[in-house]
C-alpha cells in the first residue's frame, strides 16, 4: 500500500518571503535573462476535501507561492534548449554551469501538433520528470526552491477560499469566463491569462491546458492522507501514475473544476516509438502543463537534493 508522507519541506525558514494577504504579487527574473513570471501568494489555511463517496475531511495547510500562469513556452525554452541558458545564477555557494544541465531530448516530431509556442502559451506534452527537471534547473537558477504543487494544495488555490467545486461566482453557465473549455476553445490552448482570475489572482486553473500534481495517483486518497493531515504528500512508488487536476481545452464543462482529479495514463505516450519511452516528453499530451510552487519556508540544500530523489522515479 502506497504511505503518505508529509511535506517535509515546512521547516525552520532559511528565507521567509514578506507576503501577508492572499493574491498578493511577487516577480521572478530568470537569472541571465529578461524573461520573467509573477507568483501569487496563498495564505495558510484549510481545505475541505470530498471524495466520490461523499466523505470529507479537512486538511490543513502551510503557506505558498504558486505561479498565477501555468509555466509558459517562453519559460520552459530556456531549459530546454542549451542555446537559451547563459551561466548566470543566483544560486549562492554553487558554481551553476549550463553546459552541465541535463536537458530534454529533442521531440521526434512538434508535440503542440500545430498550437505553437508563441505569445505566452502554456508549455505542454512533459512528463512529469520533465516537469520537476525543470524545477530543478529553476532552482540551480535562481537559490530558490521551486516544485509542483501538491494535489491538496493545488486544489486549494483553485478553490481560494470556497468549499465548493468551482470559485466563488463561477458556475457550469458561466464557467466560459475563466477557462477553456471544448465548446470555446477551438480545439487549442490559448495565451496565458485571457480569462478571468480566481479570488487569488490565478488564471487558467480551469481548462487551457490540465496541470501535473506532485502526488502518486490513490483511489483512497483520504484514507492515505490519515485523519489529521498536514500538508500531505502522496509519494510516488512507481513511475505511474500521478494526479492531475484542472481540465483543459480538450475536456467538458464537468470536467473542469477544481475537485475532479485525473489519473495520468501510459497511452499519453503510446505514439512515442523509443524503447524504453521518453523520460521527457508524452507524444499524446497536448492538452498537460504545469504551475509552480515556492515553499514559504525554504529547505535546505541537502533537503532540496532529497526531495528530487524522492520525488522523480523512473
Request: proline share 6%; glycine share 8%; net charge neutral.
Amino acid at each position: 500500500m502506497t504511505k503518505p508522507i508529509f511535506v517535509f519541506l515546512l521547516i525552520i525558514s532559511a528565507i521567509q518571503l514578506p507576503a501577508q494577504k492572499a493574491g498578493e504579487l511577487t516577480k521572478v527574473t530568470i537569472p541571465g535573462s529578461k524573461i520573467d513570471f509573477p507568483m501569487a501568494f496563498v495564505p495558510a489555511g484549510s481545505l475541505l476535501f470530498k471524495d466520490p463517496s461523499e466523505k470529507t475531511q479537512n486538511i490543513s495547510l502551510g503557506a505558498f507561492w504558486m505561479g498565477v500562469y501555468e509555466v509558459r513556452y517562453d519559460e520552459f525554452i530556456l531549459f530546454q534548449f542549451r542555446k537559451n541558458d547563459t551561466n548566470a545564477s543566483d544560486w549562492k555557494g554553487s558554481n551553476f554551469s549550463a553546459d552541465a544541465v541535463t536537458r530534454p531530448t529533442q521531440q521526434y516530431v512538434d508535440l503542440t501538433f500545430g498550437m505553437g509556442t508563441k505569445g505566452g502559451v502554456p508549455s505542454v506534452s512533459m512528463t512529469q520528470q520533465g516537469a520537476l527537471r525543470y524545477c530543478q534547473w529553476l532552482y540551480q537558477k535562481t537559490g530558490q526552491f521551486y516544485r509542483l504543487p501538491t494535489e491538496a494544495e493545488w486544489e486549494y488555490a483553485c478553490k481560494a477560499g470556497v468549499t465548493s467545486s468551482l470559485p466563488e461566482g463561477v458556475s457550469t453557465e458561466k464557467i466560459g469566463e475563466v477557462a477553456w473549455y471544448f465548446d470555446n476553445s477551438f480545439e487549442k490552448y490559448h495565451p496565458a491569462g485571457q480569462k478571468k482570475p480566481n479570488a487569488w489572482g490565478f488564471y487558467d486553473m480551469l481548462g487551457n491546458v490540465a496541470e501535473w500534481t506532485l502526488d502518486f495517483y490513490v483511489e483512497d486518497y483520504l484514507q492515505q492522507v490519515g485523519t489529521n493531515p498536514v500538508d500531505p504528500w502522496i509519494k510516488p512508488t512507481s513511475k505511474h501514475s500521478r494526479t492531475v487536476k484542472g481540465g483543459s481545452f480538450d475536456d467538458n464543462v464537468e470536467d473542469c473544476t477544481c475537485s475532479l482529479r485525473l489519473k495520468s495514463q501510459t497511452r499519453w505516450q503510446q505514439r512515442d516509438p523509443q524503447i524504453p519511452k521518453s523520460k521527457w516528453w508524452n507524444t499524446d499530451s497536448d492538452f498537460l502543463g504545469f504551475r509552480l510552487v515556492r515553499p514559504l519556508k525554504q529547505p535546505t540544500a541537502a533537503e532540496v537534493e532529497a526531495f528530487f530523489k524522492e520525488a522523480i522515479i523512473f
